[in-house]
């Protein structure tokens, strides 16, 4: 058989093999839609979403959503007094341990590693940071390990110090 030959069965084989693959696996599936119990005459019913509790915000404390960036002041940064970050989680965690947390410096890669204890409602942690970790200006990335049920159960949130 020629080498030509050889390298189209193999590719072959391999396209067959990922598409029998895709057709077979669950990810790809949809489930099932329930049968429509509602009649024309009747109004939809909505159950209404949890509310989130949120923590309110104490003086000096910092609220920031995933994603989002807060800019601090390097002159505003005191000497012995935590910058308080109190991290919108998304989510309400699913238990009320702590939630690892991690800032890392963007310009020299200084890692600072804590806990951030949950708030009332679970969603939202509080976490200090060391303002002479602060010392540099530039961006920090904060992140909180999550609960939820994903790949990635990682929220971030970014500091720019000027």
Do not use: C
């Not at 009320?96 to 890692?111: F, G, L, M, T």
């Not at 970790?133 to 049920?149: D, M, N």
Request: proline share 9%.
């Amino acid at each position: 058989m020629k080498k030509g030959t050889r390298v189209v069965l193999v590719s072959l084989a391999a396209v067959a093999g990922a598409a029998l693959s895709l057709l077979t696996s669950d990810r790809w599936r949809r489930p099932a839609t329930a049968p429509d119990t509602s009649t024309a005459d009747a109004p939809a019913v909505v159950a209404p979403a949890p509310p989130l509790v949120e923590s309110p915000v104490v003086p000096g404390e910092l609220r920031i959503a995933s994603n989002e960036t807060i800019q601090i002041d390097a002159a505003s940064l005191v000497a012995g007094k935590p910058v308080v970050l109190r991290l919108v989680l998304g989510e309400p965690s699913r238990s009320e341990d702590p939630r690892p947390v991690r800032v890392i410096a963007a310009a020299d890669s200084r890692v600072f590693e804590g806990q951030g204890i949950l708030g009332d409602g679970l969603s939202d942690a509080r976490f200090e940071i060391d303002p002479a970790f602060l010392r540099a200006p530039g961006r920090y990335i904060v992140e909180v390990q999550t609960t939820e049920l994903s790949h990635f159960p990682v929220r971030r949130y970014a500091l720019e110090v000027r």
